[in-house]
């Protein structure tokens, strides 16, 4: 199995900033795309930003210019940085792998999520 640990949520006002970090452990086969999502209360969950296992990324339109996600490979580790922080960006934000365990057989894999609210 893949585990998925997030953390760096928080309280910040708004303009901060916040820095996310995701880490997979566990019987990893390999790990392919990894990806931030954030659900608010009476919201669908959606894609913040994705990256692929060689770098290439995409953002959410209201994620652009403001969040840049990156991964350590190293590390299995994925980030999302997060600046000029708005009170929309409020939400329970978590972290996604698309991965194969030690069967390989590849699966999405979720956090149990990290809680981001900004205050105006």
């Known amino acids: 199995q893949v585990q998925l640990v997030e953390s760096g949520g928080g309280l910040v006002q708004a303009g901060g900033s916040l820095r996310l970090s995701c880490a997979a452990s566990?019987?990893?086969?390999?790990?392919?795309?990894m990806g931030w999502y954030r659900q608010a209360p009476g919201k669908q969950r959606e894609l913040v930003a994705g990256?692929?296992?060689?770098?290439?990324?995409n953002y959410a339109d209201s994620a652009k210019g403001r969040f840049t996600i990156s991964r350590d490979n190293a590390k299995n580790t994925v980030y999302l940085q997060m600046n000029s922080l708005k009170p929309e960006d409020t939400a329970v934000y978590y972290c996604?792998?698309?991965?194969?365990?030690?069967?390989?057989?590849?699966?999405?894999?979720w956090g149990q999520g990290t809680q981001v609210t900004v205050s105006s």
């Open positions: 566990g019987s990893i086969f390999s790990i392919n795309a």
């Open positions: 996604n792998a698309d991965a194969s365990g030690s069967r390989r057989i590849r699966d999405d894999y």
């Open positions: 990256i692929t296992s060689g770098g290439s990324t």
